[in-house]
Structures are given as C-alpha cells and as structure tokens.
C-alpha cells in the first residue's frame, strides 16, 4: 500500500537550465539543508529549505532523513544497449570490427525470451544501482527483446525510452541478426508501439541502428512512420568512427552523414543522434533547425579510439545534447564516472566542464534531450519524484578531499571526478525506494 506524503531531507539541487561554463546561479537552486515533498501520487509537491516547508505539507507526512547527502533529481542515460550487459570490457577492436566480433554475436542470444528477461532485469537493476532513473535504450532486432525490456521497466516503474533495433542490410546487419524484410520490420515495430508506446511510464522509439546497417528502403520507412506518428521518438547512432562515416558515404553519398539522415526526413524533436563525433557546422545548424539531440557518450568514444566530441560547437550551435553512457562500448553505468570521462574530453580540446554544467547534463539536459523535461530532469512541482541520493564521503579518497574542500562546487567537482556507483546511497523512483546501499559499505567486486 502506498504511503501518504514523504519529506525527504538533505542537501538538494536541481537545475533549471544550462549553468554554461561561466558561473550563472539562476540556472541552478541548492538548499542546504534542503527538503522535497513528494506527494502520495509520486509527484514533487514542493521544494525549498529545510526550515521553509509549509506546515499543511509537513503534518503528518512521513520524514525521510537523508540529511548530510547530497539529493539530485534521477540520472538520464541518453544512450545505451540494454543487449550488451554481457560485451562491456571487450579487447582490442575499435567500432565495425567490435561490432562484428563481440557485439553480434551477443545480441544473438536475445532471440530467447527467458534470456532476454533475464538480462533486462540485471540492466535495469545496475541502472538503478548507478542512480539511473531514466534512458533511452537499445535492446536487440528480436521482438521478444522489446517486450521483456518494457516488463522488466514497467515492473519497477521506471520512465524509459526504447524500440525494436531495425537493421536489414549486411555485412552490417548478419543474417541471422536481420530484418526479414521491411514490411516485417515495419509491421513489427507497429505491433510493439501498439503493445507498450504510452503505457504507464514507457515510450516507444523508433531504432534504426545506423544508416550502414539500413538499406534505403528502411530509412524511408522509419522516416515516413515517424511523420505519421509525431507522438514516438527516434533513436540512433551517427557520425561515431572514420571508418564507419566513409562507409556511409560510399553507402549512401550526401555531404556528410547527417545530411543521409535529413535525406530520410529522421531529423526533428524527439530524435536522438548518439556520439555525432564527425559533423559539421552545417550539421549542428540541422541538428539544432530541426530541434535533433545527440548523446555525449564519452567512456564509449575513448574505449572505441573513436575520437572527441564537441561539447561547446554543438552547445554554441543551440543543439540539444544529453550524456550516454553507450554500454557495453561505454566502460561504467555510473553517469558520475562518465562526466569524469567527459571532462577528459574536453581538457583534450581546451574545453570546459564545471560540475554544475556536468550535473545538468545528466539530469535536466538529458531530459531536454530525451524530449521528458515536461515529466522528469528537476524538482519543479507537478514533475515526477525520481531522484537519486549521493553519499559525498562514499570511500576513502572521497572523504579525505571533501574534508579539505573550500565550497560547494569544489565538493561538487571532486565527487563528479571521483565518484561512481560506490557514491549512490540510494534511487528513488516516483518516491519509492528502489535502490539501497548501507552507508559506508563497499559494493561487491
Ligand atoms: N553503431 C551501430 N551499432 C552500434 C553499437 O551497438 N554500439 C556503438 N557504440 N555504436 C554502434
Ligand atoms: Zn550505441
């Protein structure tokens, strides 16, 4: 049965828009002691200061002290491969031949509806041990695939974004990983947004992989039900590796791969673009014309030897852009330890990344980003209560460089670069409890 109205205490901050790279404390809130009132709907009634909350909110709700820990609205994953739980840390390849080597062949196993639970469960578990709340995600071209990631999201309540992958041309697609044709892709992909798109909290995404997996007949395809349906999303990967860009020029021609897509009239609101290494000026003014995201998956990119991506050229250009994590390239589930990656990134090109625009990126502008900013990304009354509670002194070397901290940002900063799922105490979903870590315990290796 759920309870009524629940406190939550402790240091909170959201934010409200992009901090930039220049201090700008309109574009965040941090109350310190702070409270969220999360409604018995699982809906934020009110935050503010602890000494603040209203006393027709405060009697008789029921307190939750995480007073000393830092409260941050729930992480978005804006990229991610929910059939790769099993290739993370694979040796030595960079993109096409991993795919070929390690990623195919585990995707494979997915045409098993008790694998494909099993794995969607232990995903969506480690989301929430990372203090994921919400992605958009990659399963398998298996219909059965789809339907045990949707269960699996539905049972613990989590907001979360996901299609079939189409894929019909090889080598790219193998034969046993195929699309039968593009009717079939097609009318598979209506059967699943009819069983799952808008149910509870799931959205349905069209997937095509990447255009050298595509054969034109399926660019148009997805292109023409995604005009059709202006209510679902589109996800897919662009521009990540030299190697795979020259593919698709000679594949598909244009002036550059994200014109392929503009060709196929996929570019728009509620598209997701993840990595967008190799692009343009023109391309970022398309991406940001036609209100396109892209997802910065930094772990995944230096793994692949893939190349850097830039942050402040697609910013600059207005294009919308959220964090991935692009497990099993990506090397952690934790988006902390992939804003430590990112500002690596960065550093490399003389870019910036303070952690108050780190944290927006992996809460609010993934949201913006995913197109569920209307739902979820920060705690303004009315959104869904998600959050996640990080614990600042969470190992040694954590505890140590807080106690010499002179501010908040410096401690914000530190627990960006070195934190990961050891720092999360605890996730909530709609102001349940999903996730609990006993302070001071260590995960298990
Ligand atoms: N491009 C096409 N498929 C994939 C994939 O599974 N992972 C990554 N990182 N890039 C891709
Ligand atoms: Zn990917």
Request: hydrophobic share 20%; net charge negative; charged share 25%.
């Given at each position: 049965p759920r309870q009524s109205r629940t406190i939550v205490y402790g240091t909170v901050l959201h934010f409200l828009r992009d901090p930039g790279t220049?201090?700008?404390?309109?574009a965040w809130q941090l109350f310190d002691p702070g409270a969220l009132v999360v409604g018995a709907d699982g809906h934020v009634e009110w935050v503010g200061a602890?000494?603040?909350?209203?006393p027709e909110l405060g009697n008789g709700a029921t307190p939750i002290d995480h007073r000393g820990n830092l409260v941050v609205p729930g992480f978005v994953d804006a990229h991610i491969h929910a059939s790769q739980v099993d290739v993370i840390a694979s040796y030595g390849e960079q993109l096409l031949q991993w795919l070929q080597k390690y990623v195919f062949p585990a995707e494979k196993a997915f045409s098993s509806a008790e694998h494909s639970r099993m794995i969607s469960g232990l995903f969506l578990d480690t989301l929430l041990a990372a203090g994921t709340t919400t992605a958009t995600v990659h399963p398998t071209v298996h219909k059965t695939s789809v339907d045990a990631f949707f269960q699996e999201a539905q049972a613990r309540g989590m907001r979360m974004l996901a299609g079939k992958v189409l894929m019909d041309r090889e080598p790219y697609a193998p034969p046993d990983l195929k699309d039968a044709s593009v009717q079939q892709a097609e009318a598979d992909t209506r059967e699943l947004i009819d069983r799952?798109?808008?149910?509870?909290?799931l959205t349905y995404s069209i997937t095509p992989r990447f255009a050298p997996s595509s054969t034109e007949q399926l660019l148009q395809m997805v292109g023409r039900l995604y005009h059709e349906r202006p209510d679902l999303w589109l996800q897919t990967h662009a521009a990540e590796n030299k190697e795979e860009v020259d593919t698709v020029h000679q594949l598909f021609g244009g002036r550059s791969y994200i014109d392929v897509y503009d060709r196929y009239q996929m570019l728009g609101n509620r598209s997701v673009y993840a990595h967008s290494i190799y692009i343009d000026d023109q391309d970022r003014t398309r991406l940001s014309q036609t209100g396109s995201s892209i997802a910065f998956c930094p772990t995944s990119n230096l793994f692949l030897g893939s190349g850097l991506f830039d942050l402040d050229a697609a910013r600059g250009a207005g294009v919308r852009v959220g964090l991935g994590?692009?497990?099993?390239?990506?090397?952690?589930?934790?988006l902390l330890a992939t804003l430590n990656e990112a500002y690596k990134v960065l550093a490399l090109q003389q870019q910036k990344l303070p952690a108050m625009r780190g944290f927006y990126l992996a809460t609010l502008g993934g949201a913006e980003a995913l197109y569920v900013s209307d739902r979820i990304?920060?705690?303004?009354?009315?959104?869904?209560a998600d959050f996640t509670v990080l614990d600042w002194a969470a190992t040694p070397v954590l505890k140590r460089r807080m106690d010499v901290a002179k501010d908040f940002q410096e401690r914000l900063f530190a627990l960006m670069t070195l934190g990961d799922e050891r720092a999360v105490r605890a996730t909530y979903v709609l102001g349940q409890r999903k996730y609990d870590r006993p302070a001071g315990v260590q995960l298990p290796s």
């Open positions: 220049q201090p700008d404390p309109q602890e000494q603040d909350v209203p799952w798109h808008q149910k509870d909290r994590t692009d497990i099993g390239a990506g090397t952690s589930y934790s990304g920060n705690f303004q009354v009315g959104k869904e």
